[in-house]
């Protein structure tokens, strides 16, 4: 873009520029004054200027003292590039407190009004819409150069439901961004914590190697919903047809205290385990379960070979 020019004259002495400028041209006329009278015996036309000289020496000489600096600015503005991701896993379809599903909430705060967020941004950035779908991403507008290089018309809306399975803030942001460029910024819009593949915190630190600031912005409630999540289930990964299957499954517990709850384990509608037990809402329990391999119900025909294997050495299915 082209570069725009300024120079200025700037004072940075220790005394009163006022009083600076005042004293200069007093000392300069009283030099002058005291001069003038040579010009009498002086009959060349140029006798004054030696006189003139004096009086300007002197004048300059004064003025130093209030730290006269000529300060010249050339400055190149360029457009930056600002990256918005909106998360759109399932929990963004809940509401707070009787207010709007989150994704909504998100969707008025850069699609409405007048003149929309977007709009505004486009104004002075680069600005790029792009929709977290899980361990994909969707790319919904652009625009760019002022314009020169667009997907469209701004959106009204986003077009899309809150049901992606996961939140992946690491693997799915840095396909939103691209290759990074210096002046880029990412903005984050969610609600979760990262539930997928990768390491927000090596995405972080990947970001502030690049000088590539992150800004985050968050929906929901630190207080989580009365609910039970599944965290993890630790189980061998094969077993004989004799023995007993053992694990240990974990759940994330946030019920109030007191909740009846229960887990099961159940295969083709069998139930081969359960655990009654009350909620106590301090976070994550572990539940040990055993039940014999046999009491497995058989597999479907077309899915037998996807769920037995045959073990020459033992002679049985596990």
Known sequence: MTPTTETTLRFTGDYSVITVWLLAFGLAAAMWFLYRRELKFVSSRWGWLPAALRSSAVFLLVLALSGPVMRRESIQRQLGRVVLAVDTSASMKLEDDGSDARLLRAEKILLSGTTPLLKKLTETQDVELVLLRGQQTQRVWWQRQKGKDTSGDIPTKFEVQADAPITNLDNALRDALGPVTPGTALVVLTDGQHNGPGSPEEFASAMKQANTPVFTVGFGTEVPPP????????????????????????????????????????????????????????????????????????????????????????????
Do not use: C, H, Y
Not at 268 to 273: D, I, N, V, Y
Not at 286 to 297: A, C, G, I, M, T
């Open 227 to 318: 609910d039970l999540s599944v965290l993890n289930v630790i189980t061998a990964e094969s077993v004989f047809t004799e023995e007993n299957l053992q694990g240990r499954i974990l759940i994330s517990d946030s019920l109030p205290s007191g909740t009846p709850a229960q887990v099961k384990i159940t295969s083709a509608g069998k139930t081969l385990w359960q655990q009654n037990f009350t909620g106590e809402g301090k976070g994550e329990r572990r539940f040990d379960f055993n039940f014999s391999v046999k009491e497995l119900p058989p597999a479907a025909a077309k899915e037998r070979d996807k769920t037995l294997r045959l073990l020459n050495d033992a002679g049985s299915q596990s």
